[in-house]
């Protein structure tokens, strides 16, 4: 039943990511992924599970193509935190190589030193989110 749980509260979460990052700016996004605070539903999920569901449901994406690390980063990142995994996410730019040419944006996530669905190319990070498992035992201790 958990994983079940686990699966619709994922497919919601990405189903709505799309008409969120209409209506909302970068910094209400982020508000969003990190809440709710304390909270921890899923802990003893391996990450390997809650990046395998998350690469499942975002695998053919059919809304935000050109953005879909975004949806996918935010999404695991959400994820993780709710069940207590020490994350890391990452935005960062490519500036554009020749005139002419449009800067690139990247988003990925960072487990234990791995990162997932890591950039190709020289990117700068231009912001850097970090939830530790300290940070979710604040509501454990009350």
């Known amino acids: 039943m958990p994983d079940l749980l686990l699966r619709a509260h994922i497919w919601l979460v990405a189903t709505l990511f799309p008409l ?16 709710p605070s304390g909270w921890t539903p899923y802990r003893g999920v391996p990450s390997d599970r809650i990046v395998a569901l998350v ?60 990162d997932l669905y890591p950039p190709s190319g020289n990117f700068v990070v231009l912001l850097t989110r970090v939830f530790t498992a300290e940070d979710s035992n604040v509501s454990d201790k009350a």
Not at 20 to 35: H, K, S, T
Not at 69 to 83: E, I, K, N, V
């Open 55 to 114: 690469d499942r449901r975002l695998s053919r994406p059919r809304q935000m193509r050109r953005r879909r690390c975004l949806r996918q980063g935010m999404t695991l990142f959400h994820f993780l935190r709710l069940a207590g995994v020490t994350a890391e996410l990452r935005i960062g730019v490519l500036g554009p190589a020749a005139s002419g040419r449009r800067l690139q944006g990247h988003c990925w996530v960072n487990i234990a030193g791995r």
């Open 20 to 35: 969120l990052e209409r209506l909302l700016p970068l910094r209400g996004l982020l508000w969003l992924a990190e809440q």
